[in-house]
């Protein structure tokens, strides 16, 4: 059982009780159905448990007045209560408040229970509704935070993209070396979609929180996996390794294995560009296949400066985040 799990088998067990201890110190009847409600409310973010509470209290409201109804129609029976929860379930599917349907079910027995629907009943049922549900969204106000989770995603994802660098400029040095670049691919995809979910699971659980910086953050990732993607083509197609592959190749790895701060990218682009302009001044190619295969380096290298580019404006937006 992970943490998340044992913190909410904590609070639904410690919530449920509370609930029926405070129901019965005010002398509420039935005072299990406020620990019921309790667990009924409590969701897995505090965005589902507000939205679920404000349907459940709809919920409550309609099944008074549609129990109010049946009953002073047709009478405490079985009748009258097999029409009511007819009417409730399908007003429920209608709404679209499904959830609500067991609760406003269990509520309208008690009155059935009771054969009655007097003042004194219904205040009962609304003492039950208002502590269940106010415990319910009290103990789910306390998440544990994931934003530790996130910031070594974060972490992992960078390394994850080194390691393709690193395959790219092995392929480029070492064409028929076995390469693990579709894996390392696959487990970059892989960490992408977990850091997504924790990112969104992380707003749903702080209501006033601004997490917009690591949803930007993951689609800079995914740009750079595209231009990954787009070198990885480029690279398989060199038939042999032209002079200036060797040079391209020990930059990439140069890029792989920096861990990039304020002034990196911008290094990096001016040895980019030095690189690109010594590449143009030099003799032309002798032949064709020399040709093809230069021009293929100068198209990574056009790749190498998206990357880059990509990479200054995660970094800016990093250095942004954290010194607000």
């Not at 409600?37 to 007045?65: M, N, P, Q, S």
């Not at 989770?149 to 040095?173: F, H, N, P, R, T």
């Not at 197609?237 to 592959?245: D, E, I, K």
Request: glycine fraction near 4%; hydrophobic fraction near 45%.
């Amino acid at each position: 059982m992970n943490k998340t799990d044992a913190v909410k088998v904590l609070k639904l067990s410690l919530g449920s009780i509370l609930a029926i201890i405070i129901a019965s110190f005010f002398k509420l009847q039935y005072s299990t159905v406020a620990g019921v409600i309790t667990l009924l409310v409590v969701k897995d973010t505090k965005k589902e448990t507000l939205k679920g509470a404000f349907g459940k209290l709809f919920g409550f409201v309609l099944c008074t007045v549609y129990s109010y109804i049946c009953f002073n129609l047709l009478g405490y029976n079985l009748f009258a209560f097999s029409l009511y929860i007819l009417i409730i379930i399908g007003t429920c599917f209608v709404l679209n408040i499904r959830y609500v349907i067991a609760m406003c079910v269990v509520i309208s027995s008690h009155y059935l229970l009771q054969s009655s629907m007097s003042i004194y009943w219904i205040l009962n049922e609304t003492g039950l509704f208002i502590i269940g549900a106010g415990i319910g969204i009290i103990i789910n106000m306390y998440m544990p935070s994931n934003f530790h989770k996130i910031y070594l995603g974060q972490q992992k994802l960078q390394e994850q993209v080194s390691l393709i660098l690193m395959d790219i400029a092995d392929i480029i040095s070492n064409p028929d070396k076995n390469l693990s670049f579709q894996d390392n691919l696959d487990e970059l995809n892989k960490l992408i979609k977990n850091s997504t979910k924790d990112a969104y699971e992380n707003i749903n659980n702080n209501l006033l929180s601004d997490t917009k910086y690591f949803l930007e953050h993951m689609e800079i990732i995914k740009s750079q996996r595209d231009i990954l993607n787009n070198l990885y083509t480029l690279v398989s197609q060199l038939n042999y390794v032209p002079s200036q592959g060797y040079i391209v190749s020990e930059f990439i790895n140069k890029v792989g294995n920096t861990s990039f701060e304020a002034n990196t990218v911008t290094n990096l682009l001016s040895d980019l560009n030095r690189i690109s302009n010594d590449m143009k001044t030099q003799p032309l190619p002798k032949d064709r296949e020399e040709f093809e295969n230069r021009a293929i380096l100068f198209l990574c290298l056009t790749e190498l400066k998206k990357y880059l580019v990509n990479r200054k404006n995660a970094q800016f937006l990093r250095d942004n985040y954290y010194n607000n």
